[in-house]
């Protein structure tokens, strides 16, 4: 049995790190700032096609962060966040052909909805998955999980906000599925040590950023980062960042420069509204 300890020590940039890639939507149409957060289904497909024969093992965010057991060695983790509809119509049978699970980060406060979060610059909204497409996914091996209520950029409300965001995603999505859960991905990717406890306190076992710097050891499990997928990355690419992720000074370059990029962004924003800010600094 290995502790848990030992493994989130991995996730904080020693020997047990694992990548894990993150997705938005998955459409061969996309318009504005979201085409850069979109991946065609044939490009989604080549990416997982490439997985298989690099010998990589899916495992999910909560099956990675609750082990009791010995995972594969050579593991992924796929992560979608948002939970727009392309996920059911052009994701979920990709994964499947594929014998492939993944975690989908639901933004619970528009579940039936549109993507209306967004600045006009991402162009038209997108509609969002409906709750019998999210528990049909779930019934095909997809770990539902939190990403929020509005998404909210998290660091940059008040902190009772924030709270809330995080504790009633929680609560409705146990409700509507009739199971826990586990794991919570932040709006934007931004975190800080206050918002770890809150995920912590709220019942959650682990959290994912973006590109973040090395967390504290205590924060690991609740600052787990993501390898974004967008759709100017080549696949071969993709496969030396999946190696330099198991290199930690390739790592540590690339959360020095994200962890410039959120002084930087934190400092903007106290210029504007929250709204503002995330709304500039998102694009």
């Known amino acids: 049995m290995i502790e848990r300890e030992t493994i989130f020590a991995g996730a904080a940039g020693e020997r047990q790190a694992v990548p894990i890639l993150m997705y938005h939507s998955v459409s061969r149409h996309a318009t504005g700032s979201m085409a850069r957060f979109t991946v065609s289904p044939s490009t989604l497909d080549q990416q997982i096609s490439y997985l298989r024969g690099a010998g990589y093992t899916p495992v999910t965010v909560s099956q990675f962060a609750n082990v009791r057991q010995e995972l594969p060695e050579r593991r992924v983790i796929l992560t979608f966040d948002d939970g727009f509809a392309d996920f059911h119509q052009q994701a979920l049978p ?111 076992s682990s959290a994912c950023g973006v590109e973040i710097p090395v967390p504290r050891r205590r924060d690991a499990p609740y600052a787990l980062p993501r390898i974004e997928v967008h759709n100017r990355l080549s696949l071969e690419e993709l496969a030396r960042r999946l190696d330099a992720f198991h290199r930690p000074a390739a790592r540590w370059g690339r959360q020095a420069r994200s962890l410039v990029w959120t002084i930087g962004r934190r400092t903007f924003a106290r210029r504007f509204s929250p709204r503002e800010a995330h709304g500039v600094l998102s694009e």
């Open 94 to 204: 990709v994964l499947a052909r594929h014998g492939f699970c993944a975690t989908l980060y639901l933004l619970v406060g528009r579940v039936g909805g549109v993507s209306d979060w967004q600045p006009a610059a991402f162009g038209a909204t997108l509609p969002m998955l409906g709750w019998s497409q999210v528990r049909e996914a779930q019934s095909n091996g997809i770990e539902i999980s939190s990403h929020g209520l509005t998404h909210a950029a998290l660091d940059l409300v008040p902190h009772d906000q924030a709270r809330r965001e995080i504790v009633e995603s929680r609560l409705i999505l146990q409700e509507r599925l009739g199971r826990a859960v586990d794991s919570f991905a932040y709006p934007f990717g931004y975190h800080t040590p206050a918002l770890c406890r809150m995920v912590r306190e709220a019942g959650y």
